[in-house]
């Protein structure tokens, strides 16, 4: 079964930093990848998506994330964070029928 | 282009009570998944609709059921509820075609049972 590890529950960043949320995978093959955000009593939105074509995913509002086979890993990052960007980030990997979600990283935002 | 909508927003009910939710699939899409989350917790997977049919199924009992009508509509419902069914339940739907897992989620519904 496929399934992805989110190694930080919370992750804390000034405005104006980069943002680093970590995932690692497991999978016998390469998966399909994505990430999506929650925001506070909000459904969950798609950010980005890896299906095997490049490596270096670019989602919406700056976010990007590189696909690592050699390291399992599928990192989300962003240059520069906004006060916007507080929220609940989820690491996700279909596994037949479902979708396997991460715990979840917070993301907190000081200004 | 309409979005996943899901209803009631809130819901609160009485331990053994049943409970009906709603959710309308996004326009063109033909599949439904119904996902449990609890507080603090990452989505779990309950169960898939694809042209009425059960798809799939995570690993939760028989009182949790679903329907899909012909509109790809669906409806979760769950009986003699507990008070750890309390959780926010979103509906996603998605177009099954070879290699496409991308889904769309609705804002959920949040059940209480007290």
């Known amino acids: 079964a496929q399934s992805v590890t989110q190694l930080d529950s919370h992750v804390s960043v000034s405005e104006g930093t980069p943002v680093l949320l970590r995932c690692n995978y497991s999978?016998?093959?390469?998966?399909?990848l994505f990430w999506y955000v929650q925001h506070p009593n909000k459904g969950l939105q798609l950010l980005l998506k890896?299906?095997?074509?490049?490596?270096l995913v670019k989602g919406i509002n700056g976010f990007e994330a590189e696909f690592k086979k050699s390291e399992t890993s599928f990192h989300l990052t962003k240059p520069s964070a906004h006060m916007s960007d507080a929220a609940e980030y989820f690491c996700?990997?279909?596994?037949?029928?479902?979708?396997?979600f991460g715990a979840g990283t917070r993301l907190t935002v000081k200004p | 282009e309409t979005g996943v909508t899901q209803s009631p927003t809130h819901l609160i009910k009485t331990r053994g009570q049943q409970v009906t939710l709603r959710c309308s699939s996004q326009?063109?899409?033909?599949?439904v998944s119904w996902y449990q989350q609890a507080l603090g917790q990452g989505p779990q997977f309950i169960f898939q609709?694809?042209?009425?049919?059960?798809?799939g199924r995570g690993n939760f009992p028989p009182r949790f059921s679903g329907l899909q009508f012909p509109n790809y509509s669906s409806e979760l419902n769950v009986n003699a509820l507990e008070l750890d069914d309390s959780a926010l339940y979103l509906c996603?739907?998605?177009?099954?075609?070879?290699?496409?897992?991308?889904?769309?989620f609705g804002p959920g519904t949040r059940l209480t049972v007290t």
């Open positions: 326009s063109g899409h033909n599949t």
């Open positions: 999978s016998s093959y390469s998966p399909s």
């Open positions: 996603a739907s998605s177009i099954t075609t070879g290699g496409s897992y991308e889904q769309y």
């Open positions: 996700v990997v279909p596994n037949n029928n479902d979708m396997r």
């Open positions: 890896y299906t095997s074509a490049a490596t």
């Open positions: 609709y694809y042209r009425e049919e059960e798809n």
